[in-house]
Nanobody, 126 residues
Framework: QVQLVESGGGVVQPGASLKLTCAVS????????FGWFRQAPGSAREGISC????????EYDEAVKGRFTISRDNRKNFVYLQMNSLKPEDTAVYYC???????????????????WGQGTQVTVSS
Protein backbone atom coordinates (compact mmCIF):
# COMPACT_ATOMS: atom_id res chain seq x y z
CA GLN A 1 0.00 0.00 0.00
CA VAL A 2 1.38 3.37 -1.04
CA GLN A 3 1.80 5.62 1.94
CA LEU A 4 3.59 8.88 2.67
CA VAL A 5 3.69 9.95 6.31
CA GLU A 6 4.94 13.35 7.35
CA SER A 7 6.43 14.05 10.79
CA GLY A 8 8.66 16.46 12.63
CA GLY A 9 6.43 19.49 12.97
CA GLY A 10 5.95 21.45 16.14
CA VAL A 11 5.56 24.82 17.81
CA VAL A 12 8.69 26.94 17.69
CA GLN A 13 9.73 30.55 18.07
CA PRO A 14 10.81 32.72 15.16
CA GLY A 15 14.36 31.95 14.14
CA ALA A 16 14.21 28.34 15.23
CA SER A 17 14.73 25.24 13.11
CA LEU A 18 12.79 22.08 12.42
CA LYS A 19 13.46 19.04 10.28
CA LEU A 20 10.50 17.38 8.63
CA THR A 21 10.55 13.77 7.48
CA CYS A 22 8.45 12.09 4.83
CA ALA A 23 8.46 8.35 5.35
CA VAL A 24 7.62 6.49 2.16
CA SER A 25 6.25 2.96 2.06
CA UNK A 26 4.68 0.71 -0.55
CA UNK A 27 7.11 1.58 -3.33
CA UNK A 28 10.76 2.41 -3.90
CA UNK A 29 11.17 6.13 -3.46
CA UNK A 30 14.49 6.18 -5.29
CA UNK A 31 12.85 6.19 -8.71
CA UNK A 32 10.69 9.29 -8.18
CA UNK A 33 10.71 13.04 -7.75
CA PHE A 34 9.26 14.32 -4.49
CA GLY A 35 7.93 17.65 -3.37
CA TRP A 36 7.11 19.41 -0.13
CA PHE A 37 3.96 21.49 0.10
CA ARG A 38 2.33 23.61 2.75
CA GLN A 39 -1.11 24.95 3.45
CA ALA A 40 -1.63 27.88 5.74
CA PRO A 41 -5.05 28.58 7.29
CA GLY A 42 -7.38 30.06 4.72
CA SER A 43 -4.91 29.55 1.88
CA ALA A 44 -4.46 27.07 -0.90
CA ARG A 45 -1.84 24.36 -0.71
CA GLU A 46 1.38 25.48 -2.35
CA GLY A 47 4.48 23.66 -3.49
CA ILE A 48 7.66 24.95 -1.88
CA SER A 49 10.43 22.54 -2.85
CA CYS A 50 11.12 19.50 -4.98
CA UNK A 51 13.95 17.02 -5.42
CA UNK A 52 14.63 14.68 -8.30
CA UNK A 53 15.10 10.94 -7.87
CA UNK A 54 18.87 11.21 -7.64
CA UNK A 55 18.88 14.50 -5.75
CA UNK A 56 20.71 16.24 -8.57
CA UNK A 57 17.88 18.61 -9.40
CA UNK A 58 16.36 20.70 -6.61
CA GLU A 59 13.97 23.65 -6.70
CA TYR A 60 12.77 26.08 -4.04
CA ASP A 61 10.02 28.63 -3.92
CA GLU A 62 11.34 32.12 -3.40
CA ALA A 63 9.63 32.29 -0.01
CA VAL A 64 11.85 29.54 1.43
CA LYS A 65 15.00 29.75 -0.69
CA GLY A 66 18.09 30.10 1.45
CA ARG A 67 16.31 28.94 4.60
CA PHE A 68 14.95 25.49 3.72
CA THR A 69 16.90 22.50 2.42
CA ILE A 70 15.33 19.46 0.82
CA SER A 71 17.17 16.15 0.84
CA ARG A 72 16.52 12.45 0.58
CA ASP A 73 17.85 9.10 1.72
CA ASN A 74 16.90 6.57 -0.91
CA ARG A 75 18.16 3.67 1.16
CA LYS A 76 15.73 4.52 3.95
CA ASN A 77 12.90 5.69 1.67
CA PHE A 78 12.86 9.07 3.41
CA VAL A 79 12.60 12.62 2.11
CA TYR A 80 13.51 15.50 4.41
CA LEU A 81 12.93 19.22 4.71
CA GLN A 82 15.34 21.09 6.95
CA MET A 83 13.79 24.41 7.89
CA ASN A 84 15.97 27.12 9.39
CA SER A 85 15.29 30.72 10.37
CA LEU A 86 11.60 30.00 10.64
CA LYS A 87 9.18 32.91 10.39
CA PRO A 88 5.57 33.27 11.55
CA GLU A 89 4.52 33.18 7.89
CA ASP A 90 5.90 29.64 7.67
CA THR A 91 3.06 28.49 9.91
CA ALA A 92 1.16 25.84 7.97
CA VAL A 93 0.47 22.15 7.61
CA TYR A 94 3.30 20.60 5.61
CA TYR A 95 2.83 17.71 3.20
CA CYS A 96 5.01 15.62 0.94
CA UNK A 97 3.96 14.08 -2.35
CA UNK A 98 5.30 12.27 -5.39
CA UNK A 99 5.64 14.60 -8.38
CA UNK A 100 6.22 14.09 -12.05
CA UNK A 101 9.79 14.43 -13.27
CA UNK A 102 9.30 18.12 -14.09
CA UNK A 103 8.47 19.12 -10.51
CA UNK A 104 5.00 20.20 -11.60
CA UNK A 105 3.34 21.00 -8.28
CA UNK A 106 -0.05 21.46 -9.92
CA UNK A 107 -0.20 17.78 -10.85
CA UNK A 108 0.53 16.48 -7.35
CA UNK A 109 0.04 13.94 -6.02
CA UNK A 110 1.25 11.95 -9.01
CA UNK A 111 -1.46 9.51 -10.10
CA UNK A 112 -1.00 6.11 -8.55
CA UNK A 113 0.91 7.40 -5.56
CA UNK A 114 -1.87 7.93 -3.07
CA UNK A 115 -3.70 11.02 -1.95
CA TRP A 116 -2.71 13.75 0.47
CA GLY A 117 -1.78 12.50 3.92
CA GLN A 118 -2.37 14.08 7.30
CA GLY A 119 0.58 16.39 7.02
CA THR A 120 2.52 17.77 9.95
CA GLN A 121 1.69 21.06 11.63
CA VAL A 122 4.38 23.72 11.91
CA THR A 123 3.56 26.71 14.06
CA VAL A 124 6.00 29.59 14.38
CA SER A 125 5.03 32.02 17.10
CA SER A 126 6.61 34.10 19.80
Amino acid sequence: QVQLVESGGGVVQPGASLKLTCAVSGFAARFYTFGWFRQAPGSAREGISCISSTGEHIEYDEAVKGRFTISRDNRKNFVYLQMNSLKPEDTAVYYCAVLDDKCDYALAPRPGFGSWGQGTQVTVSS
